[in-house]
């Protein structure tokens, strides 16, 4: 079974609109949680990066929020662009060397 | 350009045939991991180069699959007799430090095994 687990599958927005991407996780433990942005035929960009002793990280219009207590993940992406288009994937390193655990993602469509 | 660069972009083979996925690392970086993706899901970890040692090749599926690092830079990933099920992009990644939290990805190799 994955352990990380990500929800919504997939979603359009209108652009200018706010939405909020969930990752729940049973991965125990890790070292770092991190959310990566990958656009259609490319790799993995990183986008935001938390230790375990960290609740919340900002990178511009992405924030990720991390609550170890109900072991939940979220990024909440404001005023979404076109260019927001794309899988936003929640990942989990951990280990002696940060091996990463990667969820499925989650598909965002942003239209006009 | 000074990203992670990997070739060929677009790989078709017929079954049972072998190929070699190429990665050139950014320059200097210590870390390098390959990666399988299949559609519609996150890269699952294969195995993990600290300079030429290998690390950890847990992640890879079969004895088909082997990759090496020489010299400590440039990667391939052979791939020998594909099977359909090989099908996916291939990631290539690396990063500067040991503890790899700044982890730069190639675009990836797709793999298609008729």
């Known amino acids: 079974k994955n352990q990380v687990e990500q929800s919504p599958q997939s979603l359009i927005i209108l652009e200018g609109k706010n939405c909020t991407l969930q990752?729940?996780?049973?991965?125990?433990?890790?070292?770092?949680l991190r959310w990566y942005k990958q656009d259609t035929g490319r790799g993995p960009v990183s986008l935001t990066i938390?230790?375990?002793?960290?609740n919340t990280k900002s990178n511009g219009r992405y924030t990720a929020t991390l609550d170890a207590d109900t072991k939940q993940s979220s990024l909440h992406i404001t005023a979404s662009q076109l260019s927001d288009s794309a899988s936003y994937i929640c990942?989990?390193?951990?280990?002696?060397?940060?091996?990463?655990?990667f969820g499925a993602g989650t598909q965002v469509v942003v239209t006009p | 350009g000074a990203g992670v660069s990997q070739s060929p972009r677009y790989k078709v083979a017929k079954r049972g045939q072998d190929v070699a996925l190429r990665c050139d690392p950014i320059?200097?970086?210590?870390?390098l991991f390959w990666y399988q993706q299949a559609l519609g899901q996150g890269p699952e970890f294969l195995t993990y180069?600290?300079?030429?040692?290998?690390?950890?090749k847990s992640g890879l599926p079969s004895d088909r699959f082997f990759a090496e690092r020489p010299e400590g830079s440039v990667s391939t990933l052979k791939i020998q007799r594909t099977q359909q099920e090989d099908s996916a992009v291939y990631l290539c990644?690396?990063?500067?430090?040991?503890?790899?939290?700044?982890?730069?990805f190639g675009s990836g190799t797709q793999l298609s095994v008729l």
């Open positions: 990644a690396s990063s500067t430090t040991a503890t790899n939290e700044k982890l730069f």
């Open positions: 990752c729940n996780y049973t991965v125990s433990p890790f070292s770092n």
């Open positions: 938390m230790t375990f002793s960290e």
């Open positions: 990942v989990f390193a951990g280990g002696s060397w940060g091996k990463l655990q």
């Open positions: 320059s200097g970086h210590v870390s």
């Open positions: 180069f600290q300079n030429e040692a290998q690390l950890d």
